[in-house]
C-alpha cells in the first residue's frame, strides 16, 4: 500500500499551505517564505518554470492572508490581447471605444478590492502597460478608460514569471522601478529536477485524486516505473507529472501502474540516461532493471531519512523483502550506497 505520509503530516483544510506537497528543503523554504508573506499585505514576486505550482502559492498566500474573505482575481498578462488588457485591467466607463458596454465595466484591480490580484506571465507585459500598473501600485488608484476619475483599490498584489525578469530589465524589456517595487519578497520555486525526493509523494497524491476522475484503483507502483519517474527531467514539472500519471491510470486494468502504462518517452528517457553511464552489462534488461531496483531502494531510503518500514511502504513491498534486497544488493545499514546508475 501506499504511504499517508502526505496527509498525515499536513492538516489539509485549516491550512492553506497543505495543498502545498513536498518536504524537499526547497519546497520547504519556498513554504516558509510564502507564509511569512501572508502575514502582511507586501507585495510577492513567484519565479519558476512552467508548472512548478506558482499558481498554488499565490492562492495559498491570500488563503492564508488576512484578506482570505476578499477576491482572488487571477490576470494572466500573457493571453490578453495587447488591446484589450488596458480595459481588462482597468475598466472603463460608458461609451470610451467602439463596442465597449453601455454601462461601463471596472477592471480586473477594482473587482479585487479588499482582496488579491495575482499578475501571472508579468514577463510579458508591455512596457506601456508596466508604466501604468505601476501607478496603481505606487498610488492604489486606478482610473477606468475614458475616465479622468480616481477609484481608491485596497488590492495586494502577487506577481508570477516564469522569465528571467533581470535579463529583462537589462534588456530594457521590463521597467528597473516596478521589478523593484514587485520584488519586495520573492519566493522561488525550483523545477522539480531539483527536487526529486519529492516526486514519490505527488506520485501518491496524483493516484489518490486521479484514481476517481479515471475511475480506477491503482495503489502500487512498480519499482521500475517509480525508477524512471525519478530519473526523468520533467520540463513541464508538475503539470506534466500529473498528466503522465493520468495516462497511466487510463490504460490500467488492475491496482498496479507499470512500466508499459506509462508514456513511452518518459521510460526511454531513463532507459538511456542508464545506458550511458553503464560500461558491463548495458543490454541486459535483466541486470539494467536490477540496478533500477537497487537504485530506486537507496532512492526511497534517502527519501524516508533512511527510515526502512517507510521506505518498504513506499516501495510496496515487506519489511521482510526489504531486507533481502538490501543484502541481496550489498546496500549498507545506513543506506549510503552510491547510486549505480547516475
Ligand atoms: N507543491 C505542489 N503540491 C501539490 N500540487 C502541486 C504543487 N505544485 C504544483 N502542483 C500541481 O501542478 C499543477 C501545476 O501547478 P500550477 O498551475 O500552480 O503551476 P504554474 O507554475 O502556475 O504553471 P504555469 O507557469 O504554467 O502557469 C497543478 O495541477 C497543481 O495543482
Ligand atoms: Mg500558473
New binding site residues.
Partial sequence: MLSKQGEQSKNRGSNPFA????SSPE?VVACNLAKRASRGDSTVLII??????????AKAIHQASRRRGGPFVTVNCAAIPETLIESEFFGYVDGAFTGASRKGKPGKFELANGGTVFL??IGDMSLTLQAKVLRVLQELVVERLGDTHEIPVDVRVIA?T?KDLAKLMESGKFREDLYYRLNVISIN?PPLRDRREDIPE?IE?FLRSLNKVCNTSVTCVHPAVMEAFMRYPWPG???EL?NAVEHALNLTDGDELRLEHIPPHIWQRAIENADKNDTACAKDLDDSLAKYERDLIIAALKATGNNRSKAARLLNISRSGLYKKLQKYAIPRDGTAKRLTE
Wanted: proline share 0%; no cysteine.
Fill in positions: 495543498v502545498i506537497l513536498g519546497i519558476g518554470e512552467t508548472g512548478v505550482g506558482k499558481s498554488v502559492f501571472d506571465e508570477a516564469n520555486i505527488f497524491w514539472n508538475l503539470r500529473e
